[in-house]
């Protein structure tokens, strides 16, 4: 299938035809996986950070939720000069 580009302010963008869109279940967000000569267009599936709580709370579980960080780097009364 072959498209033409349009203006959009400062950059271009592609028109996908409906048939498309519904067949690929596009909504309203889509990423973008630039390759050697190719660009992927790919319905996005998952929300962002989605399960991100089930993780961490089995980290908590494990207890592989430690600071990586020191306390001591941030000394009381410590100000920008």
């Known amino acids: 299938m072959l498209t033409h580009l349009v203006s959009i302010g400062n950059s271009r963008g592609i028109r996908i035809p409906a048939t498309l869109l519904r067949q690929y279940n596009i909504n309203e967000e889509v990423e973008l996986l630039p390759g050697k000569d190719e660009i992927i267009i790919r319905p996005i599936t998952r929300k962002p950070r989605e399960g991100w709580s089930e993780a961490f709370a089995a980290m908590h579980e494990r207890g592989e ?4 960080i020191d306390d001591a780097l941030e000394p009381e009364g410590w100000e920008w000069k």
């Open 65 to 68: 939720d430690e600071p990586l």
